[in-house]
Every structure is written in structure tokens, then in C-alpha cells.
């Protein structure tokens, strides 16, 4: 009578019989582990007896050594999957986070990739409108939210505690729960994505379920502007909105976590004059998320509520579109402060060891990343200039704009300094430190010129700032996690990586960062508007601009030849690399720059050593 | 573990992640490519993607390991079994491309052979891991010595 009601209770009854079955076969997965725990009492004939005996483990006449038939399978597997998802241990969270980061940069990646293949032509060529909005606004979410943030906060749980003198984190329950809130945040912000891949999988081998195909990726790009994310009606809209505020929610509890273990689980030797630049840039970072992300999970309910229940608070009845913008950006631009701070400190730190001389100006530095923690909060409007908000406004902002750049100019001018008269070390990760910095210089040069209000008026909508903001954040916060993988990479893996592949690849990536955004700068210089899939028709297609678009793909191939170097570096060398037999496998005690991650790598290494008397030992 | 079983579990482990791998492809260009018809293309049953979904699995899960053990000791690129993988490999990827490529031309033949060959080299690279480490191969070959600098 009513087909197509049919077909959708068919689909609902066969999505509630596979919710069904995970759901029993996790109660089941969760039942054996516990009587697992229990020292597999239940498969033996006297357990009966004993089976109400809540104290089983002073019954077993084993002593508790002998393991039931799943923990013997654990033991085999390569790595301990129950270990992965219940520990608390602030490495393994961190680890955690790394892998993490890791998924999203390459998913993030092959979208910028296709992107850059979009442009290879004129026109809509390879994919349509559709998909390419869907991409750059996959690629701009996942890069910052899912990449960067989390690649830091990994790096905080990691080597803060070994920085200050702290045994774990101050709440490491709360620590693993703010990542294991994150995989379900990405997936929730690229459901779309994920629905279709079951879709396609049960669509290859029989009936297609159209419910599985019903979410769109999302074309809102990644500033969610209204109006225009009000009224798309594509219902993944409102899972992304969703799947943001979860991974604020995530980001805050990681923020409050660093903030605590810094206040109160310091080291007694360890005080405020004597913290080291990394905790201090990771400290402040944490402060201005505490801040920053209340206002975006605000912001995003209130654009769910415009979406679905009806209110007015970005509409024209309400407070209209620009107080989305405001508040987007009163968020936004802390959040690339965010993403940059650390990156900043982790140059800090870096940069020193490979010249063989203490960092120039340490005090500066921090006070530097703190007046960047405070005056981030104070520029949001200068991305609102091309809006047409009050002049006096935007004056107040340019210079307030204007101002930041000081602190930043500060660090710059320190670290060139910190290099002057060095023993410089040309390691994999001093070359990304060095030329993170100059790359960061463009991007910082090409940002004051954008804070001027008239030439921010022409650029606003071009490549321009596509261009300025990639020489920053692909320029020196990407670069920085490279360099901050392979300075770390004996530490986390005690194997040493292919340190010529490693500087091959440093090199590469240097290139092609700089032929893949430079173009853009010109295009954009050019008037060529960003987010356009095809600039066949644009107003006044200039003759250069195919060229100028081929050498940026071809600069994005370099990258990505670049990455691919690296991963398959590291996985080789944390496979079958050599082993690290030292606690100070960069020589820092030399020169006086052995810090305190290291010590404590050399104290676990002498502890193996004394626990280890002879052969070859199990990873 | 012997050696052809260690080969069908890292094939089986392969397979899950080359699956994967074309699975967000294919996904990820909204169909533009087509990798089902391209699999199933490239399996000789065109038009039936079940049946060749199923004969790609097989043979990647048992022929190709198979073969990839026989062949171990004359692969290049020796002796890690997972750069040999990646060498075994490239030539399946080869195969894949010309046989599966269909009607695609244009610019987004370059991302239909960058992206598969990703794909292949995951393929290989875990088979090769996986084979080497439940065959001791790996750990035979470079062992993590227990801190030779000790006096
Ligand atoms: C391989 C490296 C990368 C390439 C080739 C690349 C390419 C691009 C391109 C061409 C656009 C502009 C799309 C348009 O306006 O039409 C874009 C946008 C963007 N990218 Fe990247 N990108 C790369 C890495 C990164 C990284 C590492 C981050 C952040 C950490 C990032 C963040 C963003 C953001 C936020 C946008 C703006 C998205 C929007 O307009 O909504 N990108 N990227
Ligand atoms: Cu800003």
C-alpha cells in the first residue's frame, strides 16, 4: 500500500537488528573481559563452587599466573587492544592523541590533494561545486580541529608532566575521557562521509540502504557563516555543529587538565622562574582555550537552535549575521593563537638544542606568549573589516592588530639570535625549526599587511589570505609537529630514525610549502577569489592563473611526496630502526641543553638495563 | 607461526586496509571513480560487483600471499619482508591501473593513480609487516639488542 513506508520500516528494522546485535555483542565482549579479570575462574570444574565467592582471586589455587584462553590471545596480538582503550597513563593518552592527529592530518591532506586537483583546470572539471565546498570545508575543520589541536594536547599529556616533575596528569581519568571524546566528534563532523562508506560497503555486495546515504558533507566552509548555515537544509549540518561542540568539550577538559597538573603538580625544584619555555607556552595555550571555547560551543548551540527550534539569533530579526561573526571570531582568532603557541614553544625549545647555545632572551619569550595569550582576545574584528561594521571599530582593531604583531616580531628576532654564533647542527628537526621560521616570517608579513583595513578590503575575499594563513599554519605548525616527531622520535620509539631520509624530507617539505603558497599570494594579489571551484568565469580571469595554479599543485605534490617520506620513515624505523642505547641520544649534555625528558628517558633505560641481564629482549 | 599462514594473516590484514583504503576513495570523490566496477573490472567478472569484490578479497588474502612467499627470496629491495611487500606490490598496483581504468580521463586519472597506489603500498607494506613479524622473519633478521653499549 505505502512502498515507500515499507522499504523505510525495512530499513529501520534492519538498523535496529544491527544496533542490536553490537550492542549484545558488546555486553557480551565486556562480560568476558570482567570474568577475564577474575582470572578466568569460570572455565574450571571448581569454579561453580566458588562462583559466588566475591573474593575469587585468594581461591585460585594457581596463584593467579595462569591465563585464561583470551588473555593468552591478547598476549599475542602485536599490541594489547583492552590496554588501548581503558588506560589512564598520560603516555598512553598522549600516544593516543598522536595516532589520532595522525588519521585526521592524512584525511585532511588528501582533501587539500583534491582540492589542489579541482584547480588543475579552469572549470569544474573533476569534481562539481558541491564537492569541492564540501571539501575545503572538510579539510579547513579537520586540519584545525582534529589535526593540530589534538597533535598539541598529545604533546602536553606526553612530555608536560616529564617537564614539571609530575607523576601523571591531576586528573588522568579525565584526561583519557577528553579523548575518547574526540573520535566520536570527527566522525559526527564527517558522518556523511562515514554513513556512505557502510552504504557502499552493503551496496557492493547486495541491497542498497538509502537511509545510509541520506547525509551530504557539509559546504558551510569552516567559519560556518550565517546565513547561509542556517538555511542549508542538509541534516549533516547539524551533526557537524554537534560534532564541534563535543570536541570543544574535549579540548576544555584537556585544557583544564594541563592548567591543574601545572598549578599544583609541580616538582618543588621546579618553579616559576625555573619552567622551561614549552610548559610555559602549553600552560598559556591552555589558558586561552579556557576562554576560546566556551564562546565557539556557545555560538554553535545557538546556530543548532536557529536551525532547528526556531530562534532568531542570527537572523536579521535576531542579532542578525554579523553577531555570528563576532562571536565566531571572538573564538576564532584566539583559536589560531591556540594552534600557533605551541608551535611557537616548541621552536622555543628545539631550536636551542641544535645550536649548541641557551635560548636568547628567555624572559622575553614568555612574555611574548603571554601578552599574545591576552591581546589574541582583542583583534577578532579584523576579519570582519570587508563587513562594513563601524569605522571607528575597525580602526580600534587594525591597531590592536598591529600591536600583536610585536610579541611575535619579539620571538622571531630571539630566535635569529639564539642562532647567531651557534654550533649549528643541521638535524632533520633543526632544519624544519629554521626554516619553520622563515616561512613564518612570510606568513607574519603578508598577516600585517592584511591588517591594514583598505588593503584587507581588496585581499579579504582572494587567495591572498589563503596564501598568508597557509605559510602559517602549514608553514610553521605542520613543520613544528614534524620537527617535534623526529626530535622526540628515540624518546617514543627507542629506535633512531633514517636521519638522511629524515633530512631529505625536511628539505622537500620546505620547498614545497613554499611553491605551493607563494602562487597564491600572486593570484590572490591578482584578484582571484578563494573558495571558487572553477575560475573560468571569474571577473577578469587573469592569463597567468592556470600557471600559477599548476605550480601550486605541483608544489602540493612535493608535500605530499614529502609526508609520504616521512610516514613511511617512521613506521619502518619504529619497526626495525636502531636501537637508542642512551638517555642523551642528541648529545645536549655537551653543550649544557640535556633537559629534563631526557633524564627521565635515561633513568627508564637504566632501569631496563638493571632489569635486563642478558639476550635479546621483547619490545 | 609457518611461513604460508604467517602470509595469509598479514594478507587478510592487507586486504582490510587496501578494502578501507578504496572504500574512503571511492567515498571521498562522491563515486566520480567508480572503484567497485573498477575491482570488479579488474578481476575479469565486469558488471558483477559482488562476485568480484569477493575474488579481490580471496586473492588478496590467499594467491598473492602465497605467491608472495614463494617468490620471497628473489624479491628486491630484501631483506625486510615489508619493503619487499611494497616492491610485490607495485606491480598488482600497475595491473589495477590499466586494467580497472575504465573510461576515466582527464586530471582525475592522476588522482584515481595516486591514490590507488597509496592504496597498494599500504597493501604491501602490511602484508610484508604483518608476514614477517608472526614468521619471525623480522625479528630473525635485525633484533632489538639488549643494550650493547653496556660494559
Ligand atoms: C598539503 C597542505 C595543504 C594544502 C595543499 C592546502 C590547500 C588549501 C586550499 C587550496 C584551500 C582553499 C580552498 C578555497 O579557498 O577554495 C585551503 C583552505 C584551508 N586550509 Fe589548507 N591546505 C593544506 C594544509 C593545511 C593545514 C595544515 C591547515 C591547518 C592546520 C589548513 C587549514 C585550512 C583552512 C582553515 C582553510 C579554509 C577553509 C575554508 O575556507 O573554509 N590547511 N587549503
Ligand atoms: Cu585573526
Keep these: 500500500m505505502f512502498p515507500a513506508l515499507q522499504a523505510t520500516l525495512a530499513e529501520s528494522i534492519a538498523a535496529i537488528l544491527v544496533v542490536g546485535a553490537l550492542l549484545f555483542g558488546a555486553g557480551w565482549l565486556s562480560r568476558t573481559i570482567r570474568s577475564d579479570g577474575r582470572g578466568g575462574a569460570r572455565g574450571r570444574a571448581g569454579s561453580r563452587a566458588n562462583g559466588r565467592n566475591r573474593a575469587g582471586d585468594a581461591s585460585r589455587s594457581d596463584g593467579g599466573t595462569r591465563a585464561s584462553r583470551l588473555t593468552r590471545l591478547r598476549a599475542r596480538l602485536p599490541y594489547d587492544p583492552i590496554r588501548w582503550l581503558t588506560t589512564v597513563n598520560h603516555r598512553d593518552v598522549g600516544t593516543l592523541y598522536f595516532a589520532f592527529a595522525l588519521v585526521a592530518a592524512l584525511w585532511g591532506g588528501t582533501d587539500a590533494l583534491m582540492i589542489r586537483t579541482e584547480l588543475l583546470t579552469p572549470g569544474t572539471t573533476v569534481w562539481d561545486e558541491q564537492t569541492y565546498n564540501a571539501l575545503f570545508t572538510t579539510h579547513g575543520l579537520t586540519m584545525l580541529f582534529f589535526f593540530v589541536t589534538p597533535a598539541f594536547t598529545g604533546v602536553a599529556n606526553y612530555f608536560l608532566p616529564l617537564f614539571v616533575g609530575a607523576d601523571e596528569m591531576a586528573f588522568p581519568r579525565v584526561n583519557a575521557l577528553a579523548f575518547w571524546l574526540l573520535p566520536p566528534s570527527l566522525l559526527l563532523v564527517r558522518a556523511g562521509l562515514v554513513t556512505e562508506v557502510f552504504g557502499k560497503a552493503v551496496a557492493a555486495l547486495g541491497p542498497r540502504l538509502e537511509v545510509l546515504f541520506l547525509l551530504e558533507p557539509p559546504t558551510t566552509g569552516w567559519t560556518m557563516y550565517a546565513p547561509l548555515s542556517i538555511m542549508q537544509a542538509n541534516p549533516q549540518v547539524d551533526l557537524m555543529l554537534l560534532g564541534l561542540h563535543l570536541s570543544g568539550v574535549a579540548t576544555i577538559l584537556g585544557a583544564v587538565n594541563i592548567i591543574v597538573t601545572v598549578l599544583v603538580d609541580r616538582d618543588p625544584e621546579v618553579t616559576w622562574a625555573t619552567i622551561d619555555i614549552l610548559s610555559w607556552t602549553l600552560f598559556t595555550t591552555a589558558g586561552i582555550i579556557l576562554f576560546a571555547f566556551p564562546v565557539l560551543g556557545s555560538a554553535l548551540v545557538m546556530l543548532v537552535m536557529d536551525r532547528n527550534f526556531g530562534t532568531t539569533f542570527f537572523l536579521v530579526e535576531g542579532g542578525g549575521p554579523i553577531l555570528w561573526q563576532h562571536l565566531f571570531w571572538f573564538f576564532g582568532h584566539p583559536e589560531v593563537y591556540i594552534l600557533v603557541l605551541p608551535a611557537f614553544g616548541l621552536v622555543s625549545l628545539i631550536l636551542p638544542k641544535f645550536a649548541g647555545r641557551t635560548l636568547f632572551g628567555f624572559k622575553f619569550i614568555v612574555y611574548s606568549t603571554l601578552a599574545i595569550g591576552v591581546l589574541s582576545f582583542g583583534v577578532w574584528a579584523h576579519h570582519m573589516f570587508a563587513t562594513g561594521i563601524d569605522p571607528r571599530l575597525q580602526s580600534s582593531f587594525m591597531a590592536v592588530t598591529l600591536a600583536i604583531a610585536v610579541p611575535s616580531a619579539v620571538k622571531t628576532f630571539n630566535w635569529i639570535t639564539t642562532l647567531w654564533n651557534g654550533k649549528i647542527r643541521l638535524t632533520a628537526p633543526m632544519i624544519l625549526c629554521i626554516g619553520g621560521v622563515g616561512l613564518f616570517v612570510v606568513g607574519g608579513v603578508t598577516g600585517v599587511v592584511l591588517a591594514s583595513i583598505p588593503v584587507d578590503r581588496v585581499l579579504h575575499g582572494t587567495y591572498y589570505v589563503v596564501g598568508h594563513f597557509h605559510f602559517i599554519v602549514m608553514g610553521v605548525i605542520a613543520m613544528m609537529v614534524f620537527a617535534a616527531s623526529y626530535y622526540w622520535f628515540p624518546l617514543l620509539t627507542r629506535r633512531m630514525y633514517d636521519r638522511r631520509m629524515a633530512r631529505v624530507q625536511a628539505y622537500t617539505l620546505i620547498i614545497g610549502v613554499f611553491v605551493t603558497f607563494f602562487p597564491m599570494l600572486l593570484l590572490g594579489m591578482g584578484g582571484h577569489p578563494r573558495r571558487w571551484a572553477e575560475y573560468a568565469s571569474a571577473l577578469g580571469v587573469h592569463p597567468t592563473w592556470p600557471v600559477l595554479h599548476w605550480t601550486a599543485t605541483g608544489g602540493a605534490a612535493i608535500i605530499g611526496i614529502s609526508v609520504t617520506l616521512w610516514l613511511f620513515n617512521v613506521a619502518q624505523s619504529a619497526r626495525v630502526g636502531t636501537p637508542v642505547t642512551t638517555g642523551d641520544p642528541w648529545d645536549l649534555k655537551e653543550t649544557g641543553q640535556f633537559s629534563r625528558e631526557w633524564a627521565w628517558f635515561e633513568e627508564r633505560l637504566a632501569e631496563r638495563r638493571r632489569r635486563t641481564t642478558s639476550g635479546t629482549e621483547e619490545d | ?151
Design chain 2, 1 to 151: 607461526m609457518n611461513k604460508p599462514t604467517s602470509a595469509i594473516v598479514g594478507g587478510a590484514a592487507g586486504v582490510s586496509v587496501l578494502s578501507v583504503a578504496l572504500l574512503l576513495i571511492e567515498v571521498e570523490t562522491r563515486s566520480r571513480i567508480g572503484l567497485f566496477a573498477v575491482v570488479a573490472r579488474f578481476v575479469g567478472v565486469p558488471g558483477n560487483q559482488a562476485l568480484g569484490f569477493l575474488l579481490f578479497v580471496a586473492a588478496g588474502t590467499i594467491a598473492w600471499p602465497l605467491v608472495f612467499v614463494a617468490l620471497e627470496a628473489y624479491l628486491p629491495l630484501g631483506p625486510d619482508p615489508a619493503i619487499r611487500g611494497v616492491g610485490f606490490a607495485l606491480p598488482l598496483w600497475v595491473a589495477f591501473v590499466l586494467l580497472g581504468r575504465g573510461e576515466l580521463s582527464g586530471a582525475i586519472l592522476i588522482v584515481f593513480g595516486v591514490l590507488t597506489l597509496f592504496a597498494h603500498v599500504a597493501y604491501g607494506f602490511t602484508l610484508g609487516a604483518v608476514y614477517g613479524r608472526l614468521s619471525g622473519e623480522t625479528e630473525a633478521r635485525r633484533p632489538m639488542p639488549a643494550y650493547p653499549d653496556e660494559e
